[in-house]
T-cell receptor, first 112, second 110 residues
């Protein structure tokens, strides 16, 4: 069976500090990978998606970047966090050609 | 540019009655639609989906209706149960992207 791991579950970081959130998927190969953010009072905003190693599509211009160094690893990063980066970050995967996406448990990021 | 919209941020329904959650979209190229349920501090879980070539899909207490001409879909839950209380997101698929709406918080009270 397939599983998705996302860590850490919670994170408190000062403004200006770097960020690295990691997501890994097990039990499947060549998945589509996604990073979403749920900000307070808002829906799930698609930040980045990837259809293969090294292939990253950015949906929203922002202070964040994503990388996919391995087939089942997706990393969300920032060099300098802003207060507005606070939110609930979710990683998801989907089989190529399938419609249903499966989500990790999320990371609650608070920038102080 | 919000391509998928859920105009009702919240909905309160009595147990046993029908819950109707609505969703509107702007992109006619979407070819698949999904509904997800989300509890606080957890990732969303898949509920039900519908292809753009259909107008109805039913799974137990959950039915999704699609009106392509109106670019509108809805989720019906009947009968509603207290355990259905959660935030519901509609989502639309276009090529490799899955775009979510803003969510509707459903509360089912006894």
């Amino acid at each position: 069976s397939q599983t998705i791991h996302q860590w850490p579950a919670t994170l408190v970081q000062p403004v200006g500090s770097p960020l690295s959130l990691e997501c890994t998927v097990e039990g499947t190969s060549n998945p589509n990978l996604y990073w979403y953010r749920q900000a307070a009072g808002r829906g799930l905003q698609l930040l980045f998606y990837s259809v293969g190693i090294g292939q990253i599509s950015s949906e929203v211009p922002q202070n964040l970047s994503a990388s996919r160094p391995q087939d089942r690893q997706f990393i969300l990063s920032s060099k300098k966090l802003l207060l507005s980066d606070s939110g609930f970050y979710l990683c998801a995967w989907r089989r190529q050609g399938a419609f249903e996406a499966f989500f990790g448990q999320g990371t609650r990021l608070t920038v102080v | 540019d919000q391509q998928v919209k859920q105009n009702s941020p919240s909905l309160s329904v009595q147990e046993g009655r029908i819950s109707i959650l609505n969703c509107d979209y702007t992109n006619s190229m979407f070819d698949y639609f999904l509904w997800y349920k989300k509890y606080p501090a957890e990732g969303p879980t898949f509920l039900i989906s519908i292809s753009s070539i259909k107008d109805k899909n039913e799974d137990g207490r959950f039915t999704v209706f699609l009106n392509k001409s109106a670019k509108h879909l809805s989720l019906h839950i009947v009968p509603s149960q207290p355990g259905d209380s959660a935030v519901y997101f509609c989502a639309a698929e276009n090529t490799d992207k899955l775009i979510f709406g803003t969510g509707t918080r459903l509360q089912v009270f006894p």
